[in-house]
């Protein structure tokens, strides 16, 4: 809690040693002691005028330790973990009964209004900003927002009329994200023009109707964009009529319900890699081959979109063996994992992401009718078929990342405990007597609770003797 010179703490996110706390405990007390440091100044120095402008100290500060914890471990990864979270509560009450906006206009309980949609979602609208923005003008954004306003309470259109004066932008229309509840569907298609060498890529944006709200408008929303040549190279991007390339990511603005964007000077057809960093909180709906999955998770240069295309890829095989559990694999699928475990760059943090399977309740929220047995059965086999195949491998990069000397909360070191386990993991599933006493002799020698936890969790789900 943020109170003003007292800051008050759960004691979970404040005390810790290694002997009882694991990686994510260390890590969530550098979160939150920075999200209440942050509430300084937005939240204290400056608050809200009345309850309905809630996300503007939350959602804001939000952001802010959102960005801080990047900056101290894997960028990659946290935006992955914010994702995850967004996407599993947040785009759930988005399409439910309890829908509201990020600024809502009612109340009759105020505790009713620490929601994730005004917590998460306030924090992808500040972030949607800084996007349009980009990292200069919005950091001159929030330097007037500060200087004009340290000791007052104002509102989100104060907020955002600092972002539109330093920006030197319009922002009417996106200040519908702060009064329009639901989640955006945003279908993408593209068409490659061969004889002109130029890439058309067109997206339309809808919002389903929610309680109260049965009508939609069209949001300003960044997307950003990012166009890969057949050697999992980034393009450098021009749009028609620029005199040169800007990058090879480019952030579009959708203001309209359909609207297109021609790339050109491209030299053969090319992968798209959309909405790379997960810019705005919408669905994404793009007609993707499993070759082009395969493609992205091997190639992307974003790290946030390497990991969705290998979840999206992993989702589809294990919906399709649900019906069908005979079903042959796709070509190349074992290959794909294959060369993202002995990858030498690879960031490891971020590779154990890529590597870890789809939960059994995120598969269900993609399926009409759950098929709870189903779901388990299948996931269990397709993790058991890719230990098999993949042991030599799985082996190698589990002994490569034990640890060497003592306990650290290093990112670095995170990020090895990380993919030692997952591959640890992967390895149980095929029951070997070699395997669960390397999990045993870890149990046993683990000088840290993260691993002490992975190896126990392990024991505890085999059939060994040790158990007991």
């Known amino acids: 809690m943020e109170n003003k010179g007292l800051n008050i703490f759960n004691a979970k996110f404040v005390l810790a040693r290694s002997e009882s706390a694991t990686d994510t405990d260390f890590q969530g007390i550098e979160g939150v002691i920075a999200h209440e440091y942050f509430h300084n100044w937005t939240g204290n120095r400056i608050t809200c005028r009345d309850w309905f402008q809630l996300s503007l100290k939350e959602g804001l500060t939000v952001f802010r330790d959102q960005e801080f914890s990047a900056d101290m471990g894997s960028r990659g990864v946290k935006r992955i973990e914010d994702v995850r979270l967004l996407r599993a509560?947040?785009?759930?009450?988005?399409?439910?009964?309890?829908?509201?906006?990020?600024?809502?206009?009612?109340?009759?309980?105020?505790?009713?209004?620490?929601?994730?949609?005004?917590?998460?979602?306030?924090?992808?609208?500040?972030?949607?900003?800084?996007?349009?923005?980009?990292?200069?003008a919005y950091r001159k954004a929030t330097d007037l927002y500060f200087r004009r306003h340290d000791g007052e309470a104002v509102t989100t259109d104060d907020f955002v009329r600092c972002m539109e004066q330093a920006g030197g932008r319009d922002l009417s229309q996106f200040k519908r994200w702060y009064s329009q509840a639901g989640t955006p569907a945003l279908r993408v298609s593209g068409h490659y023009d061969e004889h002109g060498k130029s890439y058309l890529l067109t997206l339309e944006q809808s919002t389903p109707p929610t309680p109260g709200q049965p009508d939609k408008q069209p949001l300003h929303m960044p997307v950003a964009v990012g166009l890969l040549d057949g050697r999992g190279r980034d393009i450098a991007l021009r749009l028609k009529g620029e005199a040169m390339a800007g990058g090879t990511t480019r952030i579009v603005e959708l203001r309209e319900a359909r609207?297109?964007?021609?790339?050109?000077?491209?030299?053969?057809?090319?992968?798209?890699?959309?909405?790379?960093?997960f810019s705005a909180p919408v669905k994404l709906l793009f007609d993707y081959s499993d070759a082009d999955l395969m493609f992205l998770m091997a190639h992307d240069s974003d790290g946030f979109n390497r990991w969705d295309a290998a979840q999206a890829l992993v989702q589809r095989v294990l919906l399709r063996r649900i019906s069908d559990s005979t079903g042959a694999l796709p070509d190349g699928f074992v290959d794909a994992f294959r060369r993202a475990l002995t990858d030498p760059d690879a960031d490891k943090a971020l590779l154990?992401?890529?590597?870890?399977?789809?939960?059994?309740?995120?598969?269900?929220?993609?399926?009409?009718?759950?098929?709870?047995?189903?779901?388990?059965?299948?996931?269990?086999?397709?993790?058991?078929?890719?230990?098999?195949?993949?042991?030599?491998?799985?082996?190698?990069?589990?002994?490569?990342?034990?640890?060497?000397?003592?306990?650290?909360?290093?990112?670095?070191?995170?990020?090895r405990r990380s993919l030692k386990n997952l591959c640890l993991g992967y390895l149980a599933e095929l029951q070997d007597e070699a395997v669960l006493k390397l999990c045993v002799e870890q149990y046993r020698q683990g000088h840290n609770m993260t691993d002490v936890m992975a190896a126990l969790s392990l024991v505890a789900e085999s059939d060994t003797a040790e158990r007991t």
């Open 89 to 136: 509560h947040q785009f759930a009450e988005d399409s439910g009964p309890m829908a509201h906006p990020v600024r809502p206009d009612s109340y009759i309980e105020i505790n009713n209004f620490y929601t994730v949609t005004v917590y998460e979602k306030g924090a992808e609208v500040v972030r949607m900003l800084y996007h349009l923005l980009g990292p200069e």
């Open 259 to 277: 609207q297109s964007f021609c790339f050109v000077d491209i030299p053969e057809r090319p992968i798209p890699s959309l909405l790379r960093g």
């Open 352 to 415: 154990a992401e890529v590597l870890t399977l789809p939960s059994e309740s995120y598969l269900g929220d993609q399926m009409e009718q759950v098929d709870v047995d189903g779901i388990h059965q299948s996931r269990e086999e397709l993790k058991r078929l890719l230990a098999s195949e993949l042991r030599t491998e799985l082996l190698a990069v589990y002994h490569a990342n034990r640890e060497q000397g003592g306990y650290d909360i290093a990112s670095a070191s995170i990020a």
